[in-house]
């Protein structure tokens, strides 16, 4: 036994070695040209022009592989650790990636030519004609080469800022702005406000409309699909004008033009680690950066307890109705409703549901993305705390219910006085439980740009592009959350086994 136990232990050894083999060497490849992008792993910022470029590599036979990321931040952690071979990405992003990282290097060649420009939905061509002539505007007056130089130009760096001209009014009400904040030098967040080159592009494009410019933070491929409907006026975040985009957006006039290079890694180059207690504070402390998973803790708490609260209401409708059913036989038309919402809503993924209700329900609507978020979670939470309540209620012994009805009690009596109290009880700690997996489940809330806990992390990993300790604050943030309410669940069922004794 102890034999063919060794042998086992021996091939699986062997087998994980040759696998690690054959994964280093898939990452190993070094690319240093442009041809040497066939058979490379390449990764990209998911719905960028990177994105679209490479996927002309994908499937060839030399088995070349595209890894598609939510953040740049992510796609350059990832070629840190050797998981891809190269990152294609617009030459200023790329420069502010690698500007501390000794082991990436930027090509010389550059992969292409892009122009960026504002997207505008189709439907509103006054805006687009209004942005457009801005644009002339303050490309005459020189206020885009302006901004530009503040961000880029190594003389004038952070020495010619945008400033609003005096006297500037916004009569003309808001302007929205999608970007994703997550994009140095055009978009990044500086002492909490998202700052760069689109930033205060369009700051100036507001104050030429009379405008007041708010900017709403999502994830880069969610930009088109706000715009579109109408959740936001326009979208600015180096972004390019092509022809599958067209059929879906309208786009201004070009600001700049920018090139994609391509990011590669070379070990060789490896210098100096940063120590611990340095890297803790370029995380958390400078420019006050424990903010965003201060921020993000509150409204996730708001969303989850406000979500828990509206779902067991929906779940106890739904639950009574599909007892009462069961029981009596009636109420045939709400039961079948109430089954058709349990089947949609417990089969079908939380983050598409959330999706739904921001870019479908609410097209037309301007409501709050806490709110929309509450709704979404409280829907989804009600279909299971329905069929907890559910299984609560039918655990009573039916032979309550018949005491309870030759008591002379009515149904409806029988079932709030004798048969609700017991399942409650029962159910409780269930129920205290589906808080616990809804607080967790908060964490797809950044999906339509709201800061949430794990939001928080990805806007500090988006400017220090450093994975461990911004993932390991919010994971320990969600482990102490998860503690202490475990720590009350199982006080509340200390306490329930002794009321029955």
Not at 176 to 198: C, L, Q, R, S
Not at 235 to 254: H, P, Q, V, W, Y
Request: charged share 25%; with cysteine.
């Amino acid at each position: 036994m102890n034999k063919k136990l060794s042998v086992f232990l021996m091939a699986l050894a062997t087998i994980m070695l040759i696998g690690c083999g054959s994964k280093a060497q898939e990452t190993e490849k070094q690319v240093k040209t442009i041809d040497d992008l066939t058979g490379a792993r390449i990764g990209v910022q998911l719905g960028t022009i990177g994105d679209i470029y490479a996927s002309d590599y994908e499937g060839d036979e030399a088995g070349t592989v595209v890894e598609r990321y939510n953040k740049v931040a992510d796609a350059m952690q990832a070629l840190k650790q050797g998981k891809i071979d190269c990152v294609i990405i617009d030459e200023q992003p790329a420069i502010a990636c690698t500007k501390d990282e000794d082991t990436l290097v930027i090509l010389d060649e550059p992969f292409a030519l892009e122009d960026y420009a504002i997207c505008i939905a189709k439907d509103n061509d006054e805006l687009l004609d209004k942005v457009n002539g801005a644009l002339s505007e303050l490309k005459k007056e020189g206020v885009i080469e302006q901004i530009s130089a503040n961000y880029i130009d190594d003389d004038k760096k952070g020495t010619c800022p945008y400033v609003t001209p005096e006297g500037t009014t916004y009569e003309n009400g808001k302007l929205v702005a999608a970007t994703n904040v997550a994009f140095p030098p055009y978009e990044f967040y500086e002492k909490n406000e998202p700052v760069g080159i689109d930033m205060e592009l369009i700051r100036a494009i507001g104050d030429k409309l009379g405008m007041e410019v708010e900017i709403e933070d999502m994830e880069f491929d969610s930009i088109i699909n706000a715009v579109d409907s109408h959740k936001v006026d326009l979208g600015i975040a180096g972004m390019t004008m092509t022809e599958e985009r067209l059929k879906s957006i309208n786009f201004s006039d070009s600001y700049v033009t920018s090139k994609q290079v391509i990011v590669s890694r070379d070990v060789s180059l490896a210098g100096s680690k940063v120590g611990f207690v340095e890297n803790l504070k370029r995380n958390f402390i400078e420019d006050n950066r424990w903010q965003y998973l201060l921020k993000g803790f509150e409204n996730t708490l708001i969303i989850a307890i406000c979500a828990v609260l509206a779902g067991m209401i929906i779940g106890f409708g739904v639950a009574i109705v599909r007892v009462t059913h069961d029981k009596t036989g009636g109420l045939t038309a709400l039961n079948s409703i109430c089954r058709l919402y349990l089947a949609i809503i417990r089969g079908t993924p939380m983050m598409i549901q959330l999706l739904i209700i921001y870019y479908v329900v609410f097209k037309a609507v301007n409501v709050p993305k806490v709110l929309v978020a509450i709704i979404a979670f409280a829907i989804n939470s009600g279909a299971y705390v329905a069929e907890i309540m559910r299984g609560g209620i039918m655990s009573i012994d039916d032979g309550q219910m018949e005491a309870g009805r030759s008591l002379g009690l009515s149904y409806r009596q029988t079932m709030s006085s004798i048969i609700l109290p017991q399942a409650i009880k029962n159910v409780l700690p269930a129920l205290a439980n589906e808080f616990i997996s809804l607080i967790k489940e908060t964490s797809i809330c950044g999906y339509i740009g709201l800061m949430d806990l794990t939001r928080g992390g990805d806007v500090i990993r988006s400017i220090t592009y450093e994975a461990f300790l911004p993932l390991i604050a919010v994971a320990i943030i969600y482990l102490i959350i998860v503690q202490l309410l475990n720590l009350g669940v199982g006080k509340l069922e200390k306490n329930l086994r002794k009321s029955e004794q």
